[in-house]
């Protein structure tokens, strides 16, 4: 998949099929975008793509107010990759760019630049500094004679899928409900660092990761950890401050895998994909207390695990 950071090189890309948007998450709806470009795409035997910004223009337009980011742009790339686009469009949101008025956002980046044939939005899309609607983004493609296919909301299970609702079941430590609007288990990936080495003075060695994107909320969970990209183990993660040992300190992440010794992870990248929530974080009375309950946490996980892997 060809990733273009701007439209200066987009030359290459004319007459694609483009879905447009933030695609936080990469959830089922976004999917369905996703889709239909590429059905679009295939009409023309064009590319299909896939036009994003980066950052968040939330980010630019209301920094204290802008949700956290459950996909980091990495990760991002590489869900979109394995949705089958051809390339990805990275646009740079600054201010500056928030002045786009939408008419130019089409006539100069969607129809000149990118040259596209078809536009791919969801329903509740707006463009350019006015917030331009669908309706009217339809009016200005069909004046450089470009089709626009708009997505109905998605749902599953009965809700509509939304990266704000994923946000809300993570933050709630549903990583069960939110894996249902993704189509997959909510991830993150960092860096092993050094901790203190309590865990494996107990029994329990964990990788302490610092991750990028949004963690669930503080409590234990099953989990499925694949390190180096290339080896995957199941896991019993701690997403919190561990108050047993530390009187408080910043949010992190602990994952014992289970069948691993916990060496020669010190630089490693671990990627962690969320499965079930087993309890939440709480304070123990003693380290044995600690270890004993640790060893509980990993027996659960492991039958969790072997029950979705079932399913």
């Known amino acids: ?18 879905a447009v948007g933030n695609f936080d998450g990469v959830h089922l709806g976004h999917r369905r975008l996703l889709e239909t470009a590429r059905a679009r795409a295939a009409t ?11 950052p968040h223009p939330a980010r630019v337009l209301r920094p204290r107010m802008a949700p956290p980011t459950l996909t980091p742009l990495p990760r ?3 869900l979109l990759e394995e949705a089958g686009m051809d390339a990805v469009v990275v646009l740079p949101f600054d ?5 786009t008025p939408a008419a130019e956002f089409v006539r100069r980046d969607l129809c000149g630049r990118l040259g596209a044939s078809d536009v791919v939005v969801g329903y509740d899309f707006t463009a350019g500094h006015e ?21 109905q909301p998605v749902t599953a299970d009965g809700l509509t899928v939304s990266s704000t609702k994923v946000r809300e079941f993570l933050l709630e430590g549903n990583v069960e409900g939110a894996a249902v609007l993704l189509g997959r288990a909510h991830d993150v990936e960092g860096m092993v ?12 060695a964990t990788a302490n990761l610092r991750p990028e994107g949004l963690l669930p909320a503080l409590g234990v969970y099953a989990a499925r ?19 047993t040992v530390e009187e408080s300190g910043p949010v992190g992440l602990e994952a014992h895998l289970l069948g691993h010794d916990g060496s020669d992870l010190y630089g490693e990248r671990v990627r962690v994909a969320f499965v079930g929530r087993i309890r939440p974080e709480r304070r123990f009375p003693s380290l044995d207390a600690l270890r004993a309950q640790i060893g509980a946490d ?14």
């Open 193 to 204: 660092e050094r901790g203190a080495g309590r865990g494996r003075a107990i029994g329990f």
């Open 76 to 78: 991002k790339l590489e």
């Open 1 to 18: 998949m060809r990733v273009l950071h701007g439209l200066a090189e987009a030359a290459a890309l004319r007459g694609c099929a483009v």
């Open 131 to 151: 917030r331009a609607r669908v309706d009217v983004l339809g009016e200005l493609l069909l004046a450089c004679g470009v089709g626009l296919s708009v997505i």
């Open 44 to 54: 023309h035997r064009a590319p299909a793509v896939a036009l994003t910004f980066e």
């Open 298 to 311: 990993a027996g659960a996980a492991r039958e969790l695990l072997a029950r979705t892997r079932d399913r």
């Open 225 to 243: 950890a694949r390190v180096g990209g290339v080896q995957a183990f199941d896991a019993v993660c701690n997403v919190g401050v561990k108050p």
């Open 95 to 99: 201010l500056a760019y928030a002045t």
